[in-house]
């Protein structure tokens, strides 16, 4: 399996690009958005990609990031989308766009893109929906900042001062802090995200970053 190639772009078309890796010639197929980001004829680049493999072809996919990968293996999972559809939903919404209207039922985004009729884009809704905070979880873990206990100084002890305690950080702190990039991204106010995440998490303590998006979705969904 090819899993990420690295060289100099030969030549670039309307959907695919040619890159030159150490003498062999990679043809990729690229989404438009990420063939805007991509550099010029004869510069270098590095895509992580996806070989597909069908009884009369091999085709390589390309993707900027490994989450937009992951994504366009999820979208491909669903019946009637295949790689080329996956690729124009990918450019059109790009990742971040995917996981939002994914979680939160927005169907008619995934419409927008070309070839995606509404019976493709609302079984795409229903059935990455339980799978999509697992992928949203990859995104914010790149995103999230971890947070830090600040050291106590010990050089100097003053006995008339009061002890300093620093409370220590909750097992998932890390996870709550991606879980709250995560629903941010969605557009969620960090107000109404961080109580979301924060009652979530009191109530389950060991909770890993997708079971914190997941539950913290449900918790912000409309009542009624």
């Known amino acids: 399996m090819i899993g990420r190639i690295a060289g100099r772009i030969d030549y670039r078309a309307s959907d695919h690009v040619l890159i030159d890796a150490r003498g062999v010639g990679y043809l990729v197929y690229c989404s438009d958005r990420t063939l805007q980001a991509l550099p010029q004829a004869g510069e270098h680049v590095a895509l992580y990609t996806d070989l597909i493999v069908r009884e009369d072809l091999l085709q390589l996919y390309g993707f900027t990031t490994l989450v937009e990968k992951e994504w366009h293996r999820l979208l491909m999972s669903v019946q009637g989308v295949g790689a080329k559809a996956a690729l124009a939903i990918m450019g059109t919404l790009g990742p971040d766009a995917v996981g939002r209207a994914i979680a939160l039922g927005d169907w008619n985004s995934v419409k927008a893109a070309k070839g995606i009729g509404p019976k493709t884009a609302q079984r795409v809704v229903n059935e990455?929906?339980?799978?999509?905070?697992?992928?949203?979880?990859?995104?914010?873990?790149?995103a999230a900042t971890t947070t830090t206990v600040p050291d106590v100084l010990h050089d100097e002890v003053i006995e008339t001062a009061a002890p300093v305690s620093v409370a220590a950080p909750p097992e998932n702190a890390g996870a709550q802090a991606?879980?709250?990039?995560?629903?941010?991204?969605?557009?969620?106010?960090?107000?109404?995200?961080?109580?979301?995440?924060a009652q979530v998490s009191g109530e389950m303590p060991e909770a890993g970053t997708s079971d914190l998006i997941r539950l913290a979705l449900k918790s912000l969904a409309p009542k009624g």
């Open 128 to 142: 990455l929906k339980d799978k999509a905070p697992e992928v949203m979880a990859m995104g914010a873990s790149r």
């Open 178 to 197: 991606e879980a709250l990039s995560a629903l941010t991204n969605l557009g969620y106010a960090p107000g109404e995200a961080a109580a979301a995440v």
